[in-house]
């Protein structure tokens, strides 16, 4: 998907044991009233899709290109631009569909009236973005590769911390799913070593 590095079998079935590791994590919560599952389904497969697309776009980007009129060799965009932008044409979309939506004056009025939830959200804006930053920045140092790889370990351990910080059932398929994860690892870091 955009990425010109050539993979071996391991480095695929490294990926597919982090992937299924991290899906193992979700069975057995939420729905439990076994109602149909598919919408969530379709926006999970969408959702892993642009996990693998978009970074690999974002390192396209920041690559260097050369310029086709003077065949000079031109600097991609930095990370900082890269973020900037990306954020530009986000918040815009949104700022579209609020006004369009007549959410936009509520929505500023409840803030205003609210200043803990002005402060509230101004954090998470600010963690948002140092997050973003970061991201953006390891897609641009390690690669796309390693970002995924980053941001799915990310969300196995946001998981692990979910089962210790609010206990729930530990089912079989979930020590199947740290098992995948970790081998996943294992075969990424041997696969890193050659």
């Known amino acids: 998907l955009g990425n010109s590095k050539q993979y071996t079998a391991l480095d695929y ?21 076994g109602k149909d599952a598919f919408p969530g389904i379709v926006l999970l ?6 996990d693998a697309l978009v970074p690999n776009l974002k390192q ?10 003077s065949n000079m060799p031109r600097v991609g965009v930095s990370a900082s631009q890269l973020m900037v932008n990306v954020n530009v044409v986000g918040f815009s979309i949104l ?5 369009f939506a007549g959410h936009l004056v509520a929505s500023i009025q409840e803030a205003l009236t609210r200043p803990r939830l002005l402060f509230l959200l101004t954090c998470v804006g600010l963690g948002q973005s140092s997050a973003v930053f970061a991201y953006t920045r390891i897609i641009q140092s390690s690669g796309s ?50």
């Open 60 to 69: 396209k980007l920041m690559e260097p290109i050369t310029d086709s009129t």
């Open 45 to 50: 497969t969408i959702s892993i899709f642009c």
């Open 145 to 194: 590769v390693v970002a995924v790889t980053v941001a799915t370990l990310r969300k196995v351990a946001t998981m692990i911390l979910s089962y210790l910080l609010f206990p729930k059932p530990i089912l079989p398929i979930h020590m199947a799913a740290l098992l995948s994860v970790l081998g996943g690892i294992l075969i990424n870091t041997y696969c890193e070593k050659k």
């Open 95 to 99: 700022l579209v569909y609020m006004i």
């Open 13 to 33: 079935f490294s990926a597919v044991l982090l992937c299924a590791g991290a899906a193992g994590y979700t069975f057995g919560h939420g729905n439990q009233q």
